[in-house]
């Protein structure tokens, strides 16, 4: 059974461009949930996707987008970025919107200059 | 409005002291509650959901509705169980959890 993975590990870019984010689902997990960790803050949620639908959002802007494919794996989008989308972010991924707990990733470290 | 208090961010006691970690929420219906933790170098795991009420590595949490806290306790503490601890919440009728900042321990010889 194999976990959930992220990439890259670590990621540098310049304010105003885009990033994507890749993570690949645990096995038999049809769930991926999103956040954003900043330095000494606790995990904040940005959305979830459920067999391809988004079906939950935080307090993000639009220009954070997703999507989750057909073997449940998710990408998070990042337009125009800020130097205060600087963070790490943590992909996590259940059975069914979380039944049974969440399985994270060991996250992206995303730098903005 | 749902909130996860930690007032701890930095606990420090001695290998075989009590400890317990705080953590206070703010929700006006019936939340689920979890315990996650990050060990250094590793990635956030879960450590303990109220429903479930089990010991996990020595732990417990009681959900104390009255108070609205859920509170981690371990009688004696490891120098293994030094890592940050993360308090969670989950509304009935929603699907993401709701972080605090975090308690980092720390469990000196």
């Known amino acids: 059974e194999t976990g959930v993975t992220q990439s890259p590990t670590h990621l540098i870019k310049t304010r105003g461009q885009q990033v994507t984010l890749r993570c690949s689902s645990q096995?038999?997990?049809?769930?991926v949930s999103w956040y954003q960790q900043a330095l000494g803050q606790g995990p904040q949620f940005i959305f979830q996707y459920y067999r391809e639908e988004e079906n939950g959002r935080g307090n993000f802007p639009p220009r954070f987008s997703g999507l989750q494919f057909p073997n449940y794996s998710s990408e998070l989008n990042v337009n125009a970025l800020e130097l205060d989308d600087s963070a790490l972010y943590l992909c996590a991924s259940s059975f069914n919107q979380g039944f049974g707990g969440y399985t994270f990733g060991s996250g992206t470290r995303l730098t903005v200059v | 409005a749902q909130r996860v208090t930690q007032p701890e961010k930095l606990l420090s006691v001695f290998k075989g002291a009590p400890v317990e970690l705080k953590c206070n929420y703010s929700y006006s219906g019936s939340p689920e509650l979890f315990w996650y933790v990050q060990y250094s170098r590793q990635r956030l795991q879960l450590l303990l959901r109220?429903?479930s009420r089990e010991s996990i590595k020595g732990f417990t949490a009681d959900l104390n509705k009255g108070e609205t806290s859920f509170h981690l306790k371990k009688p004696f503490a490891q120098e293994e169980d030094s890592a940050m601890y993360y308090c969670?919440?989950?509304?009935?009728?929603?699907?993401?959890?709701?972080f605090g900042k975090g308690t980092s321990l720390l469990v000196t010889p």
């Open positions: 969670a919440l989950r509304a009935n009728s929603g699907y993401a959890l709701n």
């Open positions: 096995s038999g997990h049809n769930t």
């Open positions: 109220h429903i």
